[in-house]
């Protein structure tokens, strides 16, 4: 996964696969979703990212699934 920020433009471009985009479409304005031919998508387009929240610091968090119960435990 890749974000990327355009100042000129006030763009961000968060990038989640490699495969090319088939069909764009419109979620509201100023946020696209890209869509191979299989229907997955492969980005997201935000206009105006800057007004729509603060881009000083982008954080990634890898949060680990929790474990599952051994059949008969409780959580």
């Known amino acids: 996964m890749k974000v990327r920020y355009f100042e000129d433009t006030d763009t961000a ?3 989640i696969g490699t495969t090319a985009a088939h069909e764009t479409r419109e979620l509201s304005p100023d946020l696209y979703i890209d869509l191979d031919a299989d ?9 105006h990212a800057s007004h729509r929240g603060d ?6 968090e890898r949060v680990a699934a929790r474990a599952s119960p051994t059949p008969g435990q409780t959580s």
């Open 39 to 47: 229907g997955r998508v492969v980005s997201i387009t935000i206009e």
């Open 55 to 60: 881009l000083s610091e982008v954080t990634f």
């Open 13 to 15: 471009l968060v990038e």
